[in-house]
Every structure is written in C-alpha cells, then in structure tokens.
C-alpha cells in the first residue's frame, strides 16, 4: 500500500547518519550533524509522493483546494490558452526592466489587476519571490515593520533584506496586541510620530497553519485611530484567500470591499490555482518601486509564457464563475466536520483532557467565512501519531511540528477540498474520533496493555524492523 510504503521510507530517513560517518570529509559530516537534529525529533523531510497521486489515498494535505489540478480543469484552460498563442515563445528574453518584458504579460497583469480591483498588477515567479521582493523594496530606512507573528516564511526572509531596523510583532489576531504594539512604535519613533515615515503592517488573509482569517477591517480601523496621520499602511498576503475568499474568489480585501485601504497585496497562483507563479497587487508607485529596488525583480529572468498562460487560465476559471461551485463546498464540508467531531462526546472528552482539540469547535459561529484548513490540534508527539492513524487508514495528511509552528504547538493540518466528499469528511471525522478514543482509553487507564496507540506501534515495529 502506498501509504505505508511512504512511512517506510520516512521511518528510514529518521534513522541518524553521523554517527557512522566518522571517517568522511568533514564537509559532509557536518552537514549530517545538523540534518541529525531534525532526525532525532523525527522531523526530517524525505522524498515523498503522496497516496492520493496514485488514486490509492484520500487527498486531505494537497494545495489544490479547488481541484482544479486532479479534475483536470487547469491543464484544459492551460491548453486551449496555448492553442490560441501557437508561436509563443519559450524564454522571456532577460530580466524585466531590460529585455524580459512582453505584450502578453503586460495584458495578463491588466486583466489580473481589474479582476482584484487594483491598479496594477506585478507577476512574478512565486509567492516567495514576491514576498521577497515587497519586503525588499517597499520599506524604505526611517520606516517600521509590524508583523503578525505568525506571518509566512518568506515575510520573514523578506524582511531581512529590508531596509528598515524597526521591526516589531504582535500577538496573532490580536487587535489588543497590535494597538499596543502600534503604540510603543509611536512614540519610540519619532520620524514616525511627526508623520514623515511609515509603519507597514505585514498581515495575512487566511493563517497557512490555523486556518484562521485576519480581523482586517479591526485593525485598520485601529491603525486610523492611534495614528490619525496616516502613515499606517498594510500589506496582505492573500496566498491561502485566493479562490477561496471573496466574490468569485478574488480575496479577502475584495471581500470586505477595502481595495482602497490595502497598500499591497500578494496574490499566489500555487495553491487555489493549481498552477505557480504570483502577481504583486498596487499603485503604479509601488510597481515602480517594485521593479526598480526589488532585488529578486531586477535581477531574474522575468516570468515566462508557460507560466504567465497558467495564471491567466487560472484567473479565467475564476471570472467566469467555473469555481464557485468548490468554493461553496468548502464552507458546506468544513462545516460538517466541525459540527461531527462537536457532537461526538469522546471526542469533547479528549479535548477536555487535552490530547486532541479544533480550535474551531469553540469559536465557528463566530467566523465570518470558513477556509479550507482546520488545525486538529494535538498534545507534543501525539500529532505523529493521530498521522500514523490516518494514514494507514488512507487518508493523507501530514503532521505539523516544529520549526513549521512554534514548539508544543503539534498539529495535524486538514486541508478540504472544494471536490472532497461528504462520505470522505465522515470518514475521516469518524477515524479521528476513533483514535481520540483509544488515546482517551489509554491515558484514563482503561487500556492497561499499553501507552502507545495502535497504529504507532504499527509504524514503531516498522521503524524497527528497518533498523535491524
Ligand atoms: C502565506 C504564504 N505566502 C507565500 C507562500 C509562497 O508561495 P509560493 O508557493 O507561490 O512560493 C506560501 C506558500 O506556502 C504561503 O503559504
């Protein structure tokens, strides 16, 4: 079975190698040394391919949120774009600013930017790249950053080769937080507090790993009131919103209609798209701050036509309403597994006890909109084993750990997707409760045979069959 192949092979990529490498070059050994960290909390990633490829594997962990990747809806709009450009070119010629530029990407970045309701539009090669770029290029010295702290990986790259010192955090979602924080930066600043810098505001729409939307409308309202001069201006990253949230799924902030309030958005084609690429959202100020100071802009080849197409058959699935349908689901099928695990009272009592919890249970009536991740919290290592549990049960999705979350923060992450089943959300409902029960048996005593659920023994007596 595949999944259980893929565990195999996991299983062996935890098994420490420096130890026996005592006599190979340094080099080597030192970086061995340093993967055997990530082995010894077995958090090393391995080459994988997931179950739900090979249609052997229930698919609850893939980007394709709205299946337009496995339904095949992406290649064909893909294809019918080629087919009406058959003398397009390969290469884009050379960097933007130089040589790279093209008609088509130009008209695909227009349709993009009326699409979100922007000005213009900057399409480049990946959301990480475009995080670099803005974070790169847009803070300007004598400015200050405040981040959510829970804000992508490439945020905090980006802000790293800004080139501004005052960065601060706040608490996630937390509006009191930020008010404090907004604050202090306040009145430690005083470019700031006489109103000739700015504070950047760096947010997200949907959380990658708690599935939770940013109160944007609170924080801006607040950014208006503590500091009434103005140069407050906030940055979204709408990776996870896109196709999911809004009208046609252009977005949180066309969602809650604040176009003219947001300074920049980022919007990536990797995940509700099912294709790459990702186009930067602004004035043409920005664009041209962008194009001038962003290093990961000026120096790489410009976005080729291969990928401009996809994100331009992507954007056409979107506008003529070809996704709604999905976007629907998710709310429908969210919801269902929500309310099925509230209902189960073993699975309160393992939340009680802490061994497995859905931050969503306790606040889904408060949400505005439901998005495609719940996080199935977990208590430390337990995260493995609920994983174990499901997937030889053959549903894919993958434990959280550290350092993708903060430590002690385990968490299985359940994408659904807009083509998954009702009968797919019970089951894997169902199978979850099932493991919270043997977990709750175990730890109340009422199993005395053993402290290890069953399927962690099952993949503990693999792991030790591939050590001997
Ligand atoms: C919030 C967020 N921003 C940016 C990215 C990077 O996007 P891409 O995969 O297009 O590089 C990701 C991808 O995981 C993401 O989750």
Redesign the pocket.
């Known amino acids: 079975m595949a999944t259980k192949a893929m565990l195999t092979a996991w299983i062996q990529g935890q098994k420490l190698k420096a130890p026996q490498m005592k006599n190979a070059p340094v080099f080597q050994r030192n970086l061995e040394e340093a993967l055997d960290v990530r082995r010894t909390d077995h958090a090393l990633f391995t080459p994988n391919i997931s179950a739900w490829k090979s249609g052997e594997g229930v698919d609850f962990c893939s980007?394709d949120i709205l299946h337009l990747g496995s339904t095949g809806q992406i290649r064909a709009a893909f294809e019918k774009e080629l087919a009406s450009h058959p003398d397009y070119n390969l290469y884009s010629g050379g960097v933007r600013m130089l040589d790279g530029n093209y008609e088509y990407i130009q008209q695909v970045e227009r349709e993009i930017a009326e699409f979100h309701n922007a000005e213009t539009a900057l399409i480049v090669n990946?959301?990480?790249?475009?995080?670099i770029a803005i974070f790169g290029a847009i803070p300007r010295p004598g400015d200050a950053i405040l981040y959510d702290e829970l804000?992508?990986?490439?945020?905090l790259d980006g802000m790293v080769h800004s080139l501004t010192q005052v960065k601060h955090s706040f608490r996630h979602n937390d509006c009191d937080s930020f008010r404090e924080v907004l604050a202090t930066i306040i009145d430690s600043q005083r470019m700031i507090r006489d109103g000739t810098r700015c504070i950047l505001v760096a947010v997200?729409s949907?959380?990658?790993m708690d599935g939770d939307v940013c109160p944007l409308r609170e924080l801006v309202d607040i950014a208006k009131e503590v500091c009434p001069k103005g140069n407050v201006e906030f940055i979204i990253?709408e990776?996870?919103g896109t196709g999911v949230l809004g009208p046609r799924g252009a977005g949180l902030v066309n969602a809650l209609g604040m176009e003219k309030e947001i300074a920049v958005r980022?919007h990536?084609?990797?995940?509700g798209l099912a294709s790459?690429?990702?186009a930067i959202l602004g004035s043409p100020t920005v664009r041209a701050a962008l194009t001038n100071f962003a290093r990961s802009v000026v120096y790489t080849t410009a976005p080729t036509f291969p990928m401009v197409a996809a994100m331009r058959a992507g954007y056409e699935l979107l506008r003529t309403g070809a996704t709604e349908q999905a976007q629907e689901n998710i709310q429908h099928l969210v919801k269902r597994f929500v309310t099925t695990m509230r209902a189960d009272p073993i699975f309160q009592k393992a939340s009680d006890m802490g061994i497995v919890w859905i931050p969503l249970c306790e606040d889904l009536e408060e949400r505005d909109f439901l998005v495609h991740i719940v996080a199935v919290r977990t208590r430390q290592r337990y995260s493995y084993w609920l994983a174990f549990h499901l997937q030889l049960l053959g549903y894919c999705i993958f434990p959280i750990d550290h350092p993708v979350v903060p430590k002690g923060q385990s968490r299985i992450r359940l994408i659904v997707h807009g083509a998954n089943t009702e009968a797919q959300i019970d089951g894997i409902a169902k199978a979850t409760c099932e493991w919270a029960h043997e977990m709750v048996d175990i730890e109340t005593g009422a199993d005395s045979r053993t402290k290890m659920s069953k399927s962690a023994q099952q993949v503990y007596a693999l792991m030790a069959a591939a050590a001997a």
């Open positions: 980007n990946s959301g990480f790249e475009g995080n804000v992508h990986a490439s945020t997200e949907v959380y990658s990253d990776a996870h980022l990536t084609c990797g995940k790459t690429g990702a």
